[in-house]
């Protein structure tokens, strides 16, 4: 299974967008190296988990195909993980020789909410009849293209569902962000699901800041690691990353990566593949 990291910035991007900070304008000094686009990661080249604003210039700067992929997980609405306006382009006299011409959207009743506004208008018939959208809640499981799905409760925003996702094929990936700390019940139903994770990828907004209700910071992902092996779903094969990173956070590379190194941790960055 190959992973890519296309964007690991949380809401705001990195620099962000409207932000003159140190931070920010230290990595506006070295794009090449520093640039954090808005989280979003390809799996093997065809199932895509979340649709930020950068998608098309994620395909653009790592040559994705983003008309090969016909699954699409999507996380939560805000728009750092879902917008939905680009959709209108997938067809009519917008696109040609797409590789898949249909797509599959997987995601809560809110990211439906946001799909129908966003194309509302300008969606033509013959774009929107070969996308399909399918309603996720927390504790299912389904395939999609040849991988299976168990959607998890994230601890993130009211009045949605964010959902976690565990992803298996040949092998297994844990993705959690956007989220805090979540339940016990989640580490249960992985468990009762069998479930060994390959890699784990984790919401890392805060990096060494101060914990909040809605993020993570590395303490939190050594207690969530910490959990995962209690319960047996990771063990000394299991690769960990930690990523969605906000400017507050200074995510410079060399910063992120020594941190995330001194808890037994990979920061991953804008282009980053990890084979599992
Ligand atoms: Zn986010
Ligand atoms: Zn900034
Ligand atoms: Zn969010």
């Given at each position: 299974m190959?992973l890519?990291?296309?964007g690991?910035?949380?809401a ?6 409207f932000?003159n900070c140190?931070?920010?304008?230290a ?9 954090r686009?808005?989280?979003q990661v390809?799996i093997?080249?065809r199932?895509?988990i979340?649709f ?8 653009l ?8 992929v016909?699954h699409l997980l999507?996380?939560h609405?805000?728009?750092?993980h879902?917008y939905?306006?680009?959709f209108?382009n ?7 020789g797409?590789k898949e011409?249909r797509?599959d959207i997987?995601?809560n009743?809110?990211?439906?909410s946001?799909?129908?506004e966003s ?8 774009v929107?009849?070969n ?12 395939t999609?293209g040849g991988y299976?799905?168990?959607?998890l409760p994230?601890?993130?925003?009211a009045?949605?569902?964010t959902?976690?996702f565990?992803?298996r094929?040949?092998k ?8 805090a700390p979540?339940s016990?019940?989640?580490y249960?139903f ?9 890699l784990?990828?984790m919401d890392c907004t805060q ?6 209700k ?22 000394p094969y299991t690769?960990?990353y930690v990523?969605?990173?906000s400017?507050?956070s200074?995510?410079l590379r060399d910063r992120a990566?020594r ?8 920061a991953?960055?804008d282009?980053?593949t990890?084979?599992?």
């Amino acid at each position: 299974m190959k992973l890519q990291y296309l964007g690991t910035a949380a809401a705001e991007g990195f620099p962000a967008v409207f932000c003159n900070c140190e931070h920010c304008r230290a990595a506006a000094r070295d794009l090449a190296r520093e640039w954090r686009s808005r989280s979003q990661v390809l799996i093997d080249g065809r199932l895509l988990i979340d649709f930020p604003p950068d998608s098309y210039a994620h395909a653009l700067r790592f040559g994705v195909d983003l008309s090969a992929v016909r699954h699409l997980l999507v996380t939560h609405s805000h728009t750092d993980h879902f917008y939905a306006q680009e959709f209108v382009n997938r067809g009519y006299k917008f696109a040609a020789g797409m590789k898949e011409p249909r797509l599959d959207i997987y995601g809560n009743e809110e990211v439906f909410s946001v799909y129908r506004e966003s194309t509302r208008r300008e969606m033509r018939a013959e774009v929107g009849e070969n996308i399909a959208f399918h309603v996720l809640h927390p504790w299912q499981k389904f395939t999609a293209g040849g991988y299976e799905v168990l959607t998890l409760p994230a601890v993130h925003t009211a009045g949605e569902e964010t959902l976690l996702f565990c992803i298996r094929a040949d092998k297994t990936v844990l993705y959690l962000n956007d989220t805090a700390p979540f339940s016990e019940e989640v580490y249960a139903f992985l468990r009762a699901e069998g479930v060994r994770a390959d890699l784990v990828s984790m919401d890392c907004t805060q990096l060494d800041r101060a914990a909040s209700k809605r993020h993570m910071n590395l303490q939190d992902n050594v207690f969530v690691r910490q959990k995962l092996l209690e319960y047996g779903i990771c063990g000394p094969y299991t690769k960990y990353y930690v990523t969605h990173f906000s400017h507050n956070s200074a995510p410079l590379r060399d910063r992120a990566e020594r941190l995330a190194a001194s808890y037994g941790f990979c920061a991953a960055h804008d282009g980053l593949t990890v084979e599992v």
